[in-house]
């Protein structure tokens, strides 16, 4: 049961205009989001995040919207540059305290210079 | 700061042997460490986590006795797959969270891609 999922393998996206990725939910409980950034052979790196009593953080060309209604979260990426290509993983967790990460399947963004 | 290190960055070992990947944080002291598995094109998954000094908790379907985790000290967790089979064969990568760090973040190893033959 996939319980965080990006619909969305993969999206290209010419370079200086805006990515958007999206990623759906199922689960009530999750309270906290995610989104890693992952290159080929390397770990996943901690992008930006948001909690469920926010619908909007930003963090410099980086913008996060929740909509807890419709279960669905979104990652601006605005202007996008060269370096921006890479798989992205949203993640959730449940209640505070649960250290646990939920991640979804992930979507390759592709920056086309 | 908060680099996490993995080593072997991948490994080859005939079936029926056993392997063991190590995490290290190297300039933090981390509390919880995670294992995860990727298999291609598909998300990561949670395989366990360990608190130093204590038993590793394991999520529903993953064998204890066959992914055994170690977290002996605050910067070292090891994973140690015994009897490996080439279902076994995928990227493995762990994380820590630092002590007194946010409970959400997890600062991530670059990975383990584990071969078997």
């Known amino acids: 049961d996939q319980q965080v999922k ?3 393998p993969s999206l290209s996206v010419q370079e200086g205009r805006i990515s958007i990725l999206n990623c759906d939910y199922t689960n009530s409980m999750f309270d906290y989001f995610l989104w890693y950034k992952k290159y080929p052979a390397e770990g ?8 469920s009593i926010k619908d909007k953080n930003e963090d410099g060309r980086f913008t996060v919207f929740l909509n807890k209604s419709a279960k669905h979260l979104s990652l601006h990426i605005v202007p996008s540059q060269p370096g921006d290509s890479a798989v992205y993983f949203c993640a959730a967790s449940a209640q505070v305290g ?3 990460l939920t ?9 086309i210079p | 700061g908060a680099v996490v290190s993995q080593h072997p960055s991948w ?6 042997t056993s392997v063991k990947i190590e995490c290290r944080s190297l300039d933090f002291q981390a509390t919880t460490m995670f294992w995860y598995r990727q ?4 998300s ?11 038993k590793a908790t394991y999520e529903q379907g993953v064998e204890k006795d066959k992914f055994l985790i170690n977290h002996a000290s605050l910067t070292l967790s090891t994973l140690t ?3 490996a089979h080439p279902e076994d064969s995928s990227f493995y990568i762990c994380s820590a969270r630092e002590r007194g760090g946010h409970t959400y973040e997890q600062y991530f190893g670059p990975g383990t891609r584990l071969t078997v033959t």
């Open chain 2, 11 to 16: 490994v080859i070992c005939k079936s029926g």
């Open chain 2, 39 to 42: 298999f291609p094109k598909q």
């Open chain 2, 44 to 54: 990561l998954m949670l395989m366990a986590t360990s608190n130093e000094g204590s």
């Open chain 1, 103 to 111: 991640f979804g399947t992930g979507t390759r963004l592709t920056i």
């Open chain 1, 98 to 100: 649960n250290e646990k």
């Open chain 1, 6 to 8: 990006q619909n969305s």
């Open chain 2, 81 to 83: 797959v015994t009897s």
């Open chain 1, 44 to 51: 996943p790196t901690f992008l930006i995040s948001i909690s």
